[in-house]
């Protein structure tokens, strides 16, 4: 199982990105998929899940402003954020759930400047 994020990079705040994430390796259209989040020198932090039929779980910090979604034929998973703010700032990670252990993407980073 391989994941392959994307998407990252600098944004005012107040601006918006779009994360995405490939799973390749298997059929992952039963599997949940999510993105955590990372600070420097802090553990990685759920941020948003999505299972296969489509229900979502967000963290408080991030509930209202970001919007995760996935296209289970593409085997992708997105996270949409808006209404970014300077302490978004963190590497980004996608996962998938399978196999009974969690799968993880390289991380790519958001810095959200004031």
């Known amino acids: 199982v391989q994941l392959q994020a994307f998407g990252g990079g600098l944004v005012q705040a107040g601006g918006s990105l779009r994360l995405s994430c490939t799973a390749s390796g298997g059929d992952f259209s039963t599997n949940v998929m999510g993105w955590s989040r990372q600070f420097p020198g802090n553990q990685r932090d759920s941020v948003a899940r999505i299972t296969w039929a489509g229900v979502t779980s967000y963290s408080d910090s991030v509930k209202g402003r970001f919007t995760i979604s996935r296209d289970n034929a593409l085997n992708a998973v997105y996270l949409q954020m808006n209404s970014l703010k300077p302490e978004d700032t963190a590497v980004y990670y996608c996962?998938?759930?399978?196999?009974?252990?969690?799968?993880w993407g390289q991380g790519t980073l958001v810095t959200v400047s004031s």
């Open positions: 996962y998938i759930d399978k196999y009974g252990r969690r799968y």
